[in-house]
């Protein structure tokens, strides 16, 4: 089973739009979106959920007012400055609270529990071109790592049930857990990039950190157009580094009235230039 997950090395690069195209390119895989933390692949794709689940990310600390004796030990200890004294009563910032447990522990009257982090979620669902996989990690939340690897279980369970030998990931920018979460066993990673300095920089970053994985590595640059020069760079480099650039992008308004409308480039003008040149791409990533 192949696994090509769409990854950038900074956000903006247009990762999800080419994503969002290859995926309404064939009814013929799973699709599962782990840009957990800033999840937009289903605005486009519009899946019709059958099944979601809450996350569990972890457990935050709640003070109970009718037991607590006001002694301010939690206060005193917590480290993350998750206890505040207001209107006469302690209780807990969720948002700085970071589940520890310590306050519960040290409590003298037992009036702090630890109760569950559950506000994130996780969903299957069926969209125009088959089925996707796809998160949102509630704001403050963590274990995205963990949630990326739940949506790409699941997109591979249903993978192998329904007999389909590709799945599409649309990873998150960036090198960070989720990142490496997204990337670790796939078999293909297809990194979007723009001929900007930052978009170049965090290129050769990204590269430096699957060197250590065992993906196959192919390279795009979106948007190329806007500065030659560059463009031209990225691909010298690529070149010298033995790292197929297998397509270029141009600039192209029409992608933006396409996400407006919520389709893809290829099914809001498939002549356009921008649509054949990702078919191209497409075309040479499956083959």
Request: charged share 25%; hydrophobic share 40%; net charge positive.
């Amino acid at each position: 089973m192949r696994e090509i997950v769409i990854i950038s090395g900074k956000g903006g690069t247009g990762k999800t739009c080419i994503s969002a195209a290859f995926a309404t390119l064939g009814n013929d895989m799973v699709v599962a979106d782990c840009d957990v933390d800033a999840a937009n692949l289903h605005i486009v794709l519009q899946p019709k959920n059958y099944i979601d689940e809450k996350f569990v990310t972890g457990y935050k600390a709640v003070i109970d007012n009718k037991i607590c004796t006001s002694c301010g030990l939690c206060a005193d200890y917590c480290r993350f400055g998750a206890v505040e004294h207001k209107n006469g009563n302690f209780k807990i910032r969720e948002t700085a609270c970071d589940g520890c447990k310590l306050c519960a522990r040290i409590c003298p009257t037992g009036a702090i529990k630890l109760i569950e982090s559950n506000k994130s979620k996780w969903y299957i669902g069926n969209y125009r071109n088959g089925k996707m996989v796809h998160a949102r990690l509630s704001p403050g939340e963590e274990n995205s790592g963990k949630l990326v690897s739940i949506v790409r279980a699941q997109a591979k369970r249903i993978a192998e049930e329904a007999g389909l030998g590709t799945i599409l990931i649309d990873g998150p920018p960036g090198i960070g857990c989720p990142v490496i979460s997204s990337v670790t066993g796939a078999t293909d990673a297809v990194i979007v990039t723009e001929p900007t300095r930052s978009g170049f920089h965090d290129l050769k970053r990204l590269i430096s950190m699957l060197s250590l994985h065992k993906a196959k590595l192919y390279v795009i640059i979106n948007k190329y157009d806007l500065n030659l020069m560059m463009t031209d760079n990225i691909a010298e480099w690529c070149l010298a580094q033995k790292i197929p650039l297998i397509g270029k992008i141009a600039f192209d308004e029409e992608i933006v009235q396409a996400l407006i409308h919520c389709k893809s480039i290829c099914e809001w003008q498939p002549s356009s230039e921008s649509a054949i040149e990702i078919k191209k791409i497409w075309e040479t990533i499956k083959n």
